[in-house]
């Protein structure tokens, strides 16, 4: 399969001027974000990156905060009749004080400023853009002097450089009207940075060369209030510089104002390189050095190497789908997903390396640990990116020490207590100590969830000791101390469990008077025992059963004694609850009913009868009020075998925005929302980077391996033509497979690591298996054959 080919069918374009960022082209590299817009009279070009953030940081009432086991004393003795713990004044004067460093607007991610193309309307017109999703070249037509012209914009994929040129020539030789007017297409051209600069921070610093045809702003980034220009210590500082240098122009002249020059240069000469250099303040020179001038033929290499990349990533993995709209879904989430993560720069927040005055700063831009952050590595794994999850793992690397720090000082505890949100930014205490989201427990399991993952996908040994044993380990640690502590069992819970206490249910009821909703979370019990159980089998993959055999005992222990499953009945029979005693019919944000099903994995298409029947009634009558669940919901329905995919396409539509990425858009009233809500209030928010995981749903519907045996188009309607190449399997495997009318043609795999191969029998027949050590012929449910490092198999139906 031609991945690369196939990518071009799903191209993305607008047929008129897209003046707002929501309508504008999405270009990047992983690091550096760029929107192309397109006003009736400028094109202008909107920059971020991950790497750059406002990092001062907030950290007051340090002192005040206390420990868990005063507040939960102190918690413990409000009224349970109590409607809200709000009615108690202490309680919210507390919240108050714990949650007021998140009311600063810092940290959070900085944008970067802006490039600003102006013509004359009269002579120029926008008639709109395509963005090519095989390649990253985003083409915006116009017409000059009644003539179409083409204007090429991309950004190189090896550094943080964007290129913008005329493709040809836009008029013939014997049109002098038009000639004259391609002589200044360009009237004006800025940087501006960013109209929300913050004014308490040190002011850009404009130059302009007018002799080389450059022009920069740099901007410095203080690591404290106060820090830069008031004589403090300045070493830890940060700056980032946007310069823009024109090629085919005899000069660049100052028309007014710090950030304005003039371009007068022909349409086949015109052509602008705009570089983004950040780092340390200290390593960003105070003036702007001497840069190569851009010209036609450094783009034109420029390009031959980005559309390398292009070409190189698309070879990883592919599909070729008789359903045009779910490939679409495929192919163009995830050109967005190679654009905004790379593990070579900083793990992207909520909205990703796309910011431009407020837009990516809702919640900081920062990471939210009950799904949002882990969300866009779901697809990392079975889509075959698993390096784009390297930027994930040097997340929970930097929030380790704060988050080992708040189990020993605040809870008491060994091991690490991963937080509730997270900044990019040096932390010495948890950024959002408030006790009603903060005491979430699901969080730790699920921060360190994708590290067994990781291992599970590639059987990478090295990565599985050296960077996932420490983080899941402290996980563990702390998990297995919370559940053992005195209030966690006993007499007092009529039964002999180690539970979950106190907890908070993911976006749902806060802590409640009395704990009465607080206890035994799914989320938090399904997450726990994906922990426990990762860690039994990476001590045994590493030789470690010796070395860690008290902390396996005391894990054992607890899974003898863990809690069931919270259910209930309901009016599709019974049903699973995301806490004791909750009604079935509750209106869920995330959705916390089906968490076993997904990421949970205790239940799927491989569990008994009676836990599929619980599974699927969960599924089927599960209410969310939308926003948490485009791809949540939807991979649990998939793994289930259960999602229809016309439905599925719906929402997607419903969510859709202009520039191809989808938004968190509401559903339904009746859980946080009203009936005067805003439906889309979300949309103006940012670009939601953990939708770009939709990709994932899709290879669940053609691929599973959750449990280590293979499953072949476990979702996808019979007779409906599919094909994949090389998506990622637990295991180690790379598989490639096709089905049409006829059913299953033939599947291919690829064992990297030697591994054992386990697929579910998808002819029900007798199955031709092609090996390194020849032809055999198997049946049966499971088949199960040994494979070598390198080996390729070849199934097909045996006729």
């Given at each position: ?256 104002g710090d950030w304005e020059g003039a371009v007068e240069a ?358 969310n009020e939308g926003g948490n669940e485009l791809v949540f ?8 075998g259960q999602l229809d995919l016309e439905r599925f396409k ?150």
């Amino acid at each position: 399969m031609n991945a690369w080919k196939q990518a071009q069918a799903h191209a993305i374009r607008y047929d008129r001027p897209a003046a707002t960022f929501f309508e504008g082209a999405l270009l990047g590299n992983g690091g550096l974000g760029a929107v192309v817009t397109t006003r009736p009279d400028a094109i202008v070009v909107h920059f971020g990156h991950n790497d750059v953030w406002d990092i001062r940081i907030a950290e007051n009432n340090k002192e005040r905060i206390g420990d868990f086991e005063s507040l939960f004393a102190r918690l413990k003795a409000i009224p349970s009749h109590y409607a809200s713990l709000k009615e108690d004044e202490w309680y919210r004067d507390y919240v108050e004080m714990a949650g007021e460093n998140y009311t600063f607007p810092y940290p959070r991610p900085m944008p970067c400023g802006s490039l600003l193309l102006g013509f004359d309307r009269r002579e120029v017109e926008v008639l709109g853009h395509a963005l090519h999703v095989h390649n990253g070249l985003c083409e915006i037509r116009l017409l000059i002097g009644g003539q179409p012209a083409t204007l090429r914009v991309f950004v190189e994929q090896g550094q943080d450089v964007l290129w913008a040129a005329f493709d040809q020539p836009a008029v013939g030789d014997g049109d002098a009207r038009a000639a004259w007017t391609l002589t200044s297409v360009f009237n004006r051209i800025k940087l501006i940075p960013d109209p929300e600069t913050p004014g308490d921070i040190p002011s850009p610093q404009p130059f302009l060369d007018e002799t080389s045809a450059r022009l920069s702003f740099r901007q410095t980034l203080p690591y404290a209030n106060g820090a830069s220009g008031g004589g403090g210590d300045r070493s830890r500082d940060r700056a980032f510089r946007l310069s823009a240098s024109v090629g085919g122009a005899n000069s660049v002249r100052k028309l007014g104002g710090d950030w304005e020059g003039a371009v007068e240069a022909p349409a086949s000469g015109f052509v602008v390189r705009v570089q983004l250099e950040q780092g340390l303040d200290a390593d960003v020179p105070a003036v702007a050095q001497d840069a190569e001038r851009a010209s036609r033929p450094r783009m034109e290499a420029a390009f031959d190497q980005a559309e390398a990349s292009w070409r190189d990533y698309w070879d990883r993995s592919g599909v070729m789908l008789e359903d045009a709209a779910l490939e679409q879904v495929w192919y163009r989430n995830l050109y967005f997903y190679n654009c905004s993560v790379s593990a070579s720069h900083t793990c992207p927040g909520l909205f990703a390396n796309w910011s431009y005055g407020k837009i990516g700063s809702e919640w900081h831009g920062d990471y939210h640990m009950n799904y949002n952050t882990q969300q866009p590595f779901w697809l990392a794994f079975s889509s075959n990116h698993v390096e784009k999850h390297l930027a994930y793992v040097g997340m929970v690397d930097l929030i380790l020490p704060v988050s080992r720090k708040w189990a020993r000082e605040y809870y008491g505890l060994r091991g690490a207590y991963y937080p509730h949100s997270a900044y990019p930014v040096e932390m010495t205490m948890m950024p959002y100590p408030v006790p009603h989201w903060g005491w979430e427990i699901c969080e730790t399991p699920w921060t360190v969830q994708s590290l067994w993952w990781h291992y599970l996908y590639t059987m990478d040994k090295a990565f599985l000791e050296t960077r996932a044993f420490v983080p899941i380990r402290d996980a563990v640690l702390f998990m297995v101390d919370y559940m053992k502590r005195p209030e966690a069992s006993g007499a007092a819970w009529g039964d002999d469990k180690y539970h979950i206490f106190p907890t908070v249910v993911p976006e749902l009821y806060e802590l409640t008077p009395g704990f009465a909703k607080n206890s035994d979370c799914i989320v938090d019990l399904t997450l726990t025992k994906f922990l426990f159980r990762a860690f039994k089998d990476a001590c045994a993959a590493l030789g470690r059963n010796d070395a860690e055999a008290g902390l396996l005992t005391e894990i054992e222990e607890v899974l003898a004694h863990f809690p069931a499953y919270p259910t209930a009945e309901s009016r599709r029979g019974t049903v699973f609850v995301s806490m004791p005693g909750e009604d079935p019919e509750v209106v869920y944000n995330v959705p916390n009913g089906i968490t076993t099903i997904f990421p949970g994995e205790d239940h799927g298409l491989h569990s008994p009868g009676d836990e599929y029947a619980i599974a699927v009634n969960s599924y089927r009558n599960h209410r969310n009020e939308g926003g948490n669940e485009l791809v949540f919901y939807a991979m649990a329905g998939a793994r289930l075998g259960q999602l229809d995919l016309e439905r599925f396409k719906r929402q997607i539509a419903y969510c859709l925005l202009p520039n191809g990425t989808c938004t968190d858009k509401l559903l339904e009233s009746g859980g946080r929302y009203s009936d005067t809500t805003p439906f889309d209030y979300m949309a103006p928010m940012g670009v939601w980077f953990e939708n770009f995981a939709l990709p994932a749903v899709i290879n669940e519907c053609l691929l599973q391996s959750y449990n280590g045996a293979l499953r072949l188009f476990p979702n996808w309607p019979a007779g409906k033509a599919a094909a994949f190449s090389t998506l990622r399997a637990v295991g180690g495997f790379l598989v490639s497979a096709e089905t049409d009318a006829e059913g299953v043609r033939w599947i291919e795999v690829s064992s990297e690591a030697g591994t054992e191969l386990r697929l579910y029998n998808p002819w029900g027949t007798d199955v031709v298996c092609f090996t390194d050590a020849g032809e055999q012929t198997r049946g049966g449910e499971l088949i199960a054959l040994p494979t070598s490092p390198g080996e390729r198999i070849r199934f097909m139906k045996a006729l």
